[in-house]
């Protein structure tokens, strides 16, 4: 079946910009995460969803990040006021419930220039 | 602060060889550990899922868990060079509730021919 998806593959913004980088779940799975990486390092947590709720959101580094999921689905990170620090790979992983194995999409490479 | 810690290599091993791959962390009440591997510009794959102390096989790939030395490992038998990639640790967060993982930086591993 189909796996994760997520939208755009690439891109890039200017510095202050707001973007919003969508997540596609496995379908079925009520468990959603992102995650972000940067070079050489593994990916770090930011946000999760059970459902359309925000189950913990201990990871977004400020409140320019925020993410939504109202329908239980399709998820989308929304961040303000782009900066350079935000350049980073957003991956998106879902799973069938809180305590399975997470599956992750082909991520949102993120530029700020 | 819960950390995983991998040697981050590159580890370089012939083809046909053992391949291991370790892994320490610093959480005691952790419960899940995963093995993920990340070819370069791609996204986490899941290869290997561990809950219990003791050995998992899957094929060519042997998860070792021992909860009282807070230490995972990952063995590949006869190593491909379709093997290299960087592979990655992860822990679960069970104190969240969440179960978002905690991952290392990665271990790079080169197959030679």
């Known amino acids: 079946g189909a796996g994760v998806s997520q939208t755009p593959s690439n891109k890039v913004t200017e510095k202050g910009k707001y973007v919003e980088l969508r997540c596609d779940p496995i379908?079925?799975?009520?468990?959603l995460y992102w995650y972000r990486q940067s070079l050489g390092q593994g990916p770090e947590f930011l946000i999760y969803f059970q459902g359309t709720g925000a189950a913990d959101d201990s990871g977004l580094p400020n409140d320019r990040f925020f993410a939504v999921r109202p329908e239980g689905s399709v998820s989308t990170l929304k961040i303000q006021r782009t900066e350079r620090g935000d350049s980073a790979v957003y991956l998106c992983?879902?799973?069938?419930?809180?305590?399975?194995?997470?599956?992750f999409g082909p991520g949102t490479r993120l530029t700020v220039l | 602060q819960k950390e995983v810690e991998q040697n981050s290599g590159p580890l370089s091993v012939p083809e046909g060889a053992i391949a291991s791959l370790n892994c320490t962390y610093s959480?005691?009440?952790?419960?899940?550990f995963f093995w993920y591997r990340q070819y370069s510009g791609k996204s986490p794959e899941l290869i290997m899922s561990i809950y219990s102390n003791g050995d998992k096989e899957d094929g060519r790939f042997t998860a070792q868990l021992n909860k009282a030395s807070q230490y995972v490992s990952l063995l590949i038998r006869d190593s491909q060079p379709s093997d290299s990639a960087t592979y990655l640790c992860?822990?679960?967060?069970?104190?969240?509730?969440?179960?978002?993982?905690?991952f290392g930086t990665g271990t790079r591993l080169t197959v030679i021919p």
């Open positions: 992860a822990v679960n967060a069970i104190q969240t509730g969440a179960n978002n993982l905690f």
């Open positions: 379908s079925g799975h009520t468990a």
């Open positions: 959480d005691r009440v952790s419960q899940s």
């Open positions: 992983a879902s799973s069938p419930g809180t305590w399975y194995e997470q599956f």
